[in-house]
């Protein structure tokens, strides 16, 4: 299995760094019994004992399909007859009612935002709160695609088949004033996760910023047509998962006030981490990472020297340039 899986983690060219996040950690489970087991001798049981430690549907569903990719591969290679997952039963429904932040949960943390390591996240996040691009867009966005009245989206897991322009509303004018737009920082997610922590929140659904945004421009807007055009989707899609999810309709005015003076004066409790926490990015983008940079260069950005980043990717295994050797 150790082998089977290095190879298929190396097969798998041009995906995204969050793709290959879930493959990675998919893949690890199957590990954990016996990394020498033969890929063949892994049976429909081991599957459901390694897939029932995600209680959320969406989990579920995401990392039985990376297991099954897996096996999908391993079959092609001729390392197993079939596919277990192909025999587990149906995966559990998955509830068409949305997650979406509370505009308590919004301010606390674009406030966090703004106190954590000088802001760097806080265009990314009001972008995603304020424009509902979906994460593989905000992953593809460029400064120039940030013109001064709309957010030009060409990227994304919609590249081939959808363009739009998103309109910049006025207070995510007034964010991106005071926060222009450089690219997504380097580990964003370690960092959002720090965020997420900071203000007491645990379990986030990887939409959960479009998902607030959507539900919030129909509030303001009323216009599920428009809504839609906005947003890269149907007005069906709207209709079905993001009616009447905002709990106190009088929020929804407030939420498109929010801006940094507003969430400046907002009295919050937050407890980010001391400065001596290094958040590692995953394996994934780490090892990515060192192929293009110096180690010096990324302990700068970590807060670390370059032997604590050797020392990580020795660690986590991580193949370093002959450079770096």
């Known amino acids: 299995m150790?082998?089977?899986?290095?190879?298929?983690?190396?097969?798998?060219?041009?995906?995204?760094?969050?793709?290959?996040?879930?493959?990675?950690?998919?893949?690890?489970?199957?590990?954990?019994?016996?990394?020498?087991?033969?890929?063949?001798?892994?049976?429909?049981?081991?599957?459901?004992s390694i897939l029932k430690n995600y209680e959320n549907p969406n989990s579920y569903r995401t990392y039985r399909r990376c297991v099954s990719t897996f096996f999908r591969w391993a079959v092609q290679k001729r390392m197993c007859a079939e596919n277990p997952c192909e025999r587990l039963d149906l995966p559990p429904p998955v509830s068409s009612h949305l997650q979406i932040l509370s505009l308590r949960v919004t301010t606390l943390l674009l406030r966090a935002a703004m106190l954590y390591r000088k802001g760097e996240t806080v265009p990314s996040i009001a972008i995603a709160l304020f424009g509902g691009l979906r994460p593989s867009e905000l992953e593809n966005l460029r400064p120039e695609d940030v013109k001064h009245d709309r957010i030009r989206v060409t990227g994304g897991k919609m590249r081939r088949t959808l363009k739009r322009s998103v309109p910049i509303p006025p207070n995510l004018a007034a964010w991106l004033k005071a926060y222009p737009f450089k690219g997504l920082p380097k580990n964003f997610y370690g960092k959002f996760r720090t965020l997420r922590k900071a203000i007491g929140e645990t379990t986030w659904v990887a939409d959960v910023f479009r998902h607030t945004s959507i539900s919030f421009q129909l509030e303001r807007d009323k216009?599920?047509?428009?809504?839609?055009?906005?947003n890269g989707t149907s007005a069906k899609m709207i209709e079905f998962h993001y009616r009447d999810l905002v709990d106190n309709p009088s929020e929804v005015v407030a939420y498109w006030t929010l801006s940094p003076g507003v969430v400046a004066q907002a009295l919050t409790s937050i407890q980010l981490p001391k400065s001596s926490t290094v958040e590692w990015p995953g394996n994934a983008v780490l090892a990515k990472w060192v192929?293009?940079?110096?180690?010096?260069?990324?302990?700068?950005?970590?807060?670390?020297?370059?032997?604590?980043?050797?020392k990580r990717c020795l660690k986590q295994k991580i193949i370093l340039p002959s450079r770096h050797a």
Not at 2 to 15: E, K, M, P, T
Request: aromatic share 4%; charged share 30%; net charge positive.
């Open 2 to 48: 150790l082998q089977a899986r290095d190879a298929f983690l190396a097969s798998r060219r041009g995906i995204r760094e969050k793709t290959r996040s879930h493959y990675e950690s998919a893949t690890q489970r199957l590990l954990r019994p016996d990394p020498n087991k033969l890929v063949h001798r892994i049976t429909v049981s081991d599957l459901e």
């Open 223 to 230: 216009n599920e047509a428009l809504t839609a055009y906005n």
């Open 291 to 310: 192929q293009s940079t110096s180690l010096s260069k990324i302990g700068a950005e970590l807060g670390v020297s370059d032997v604590a980043v050797r």
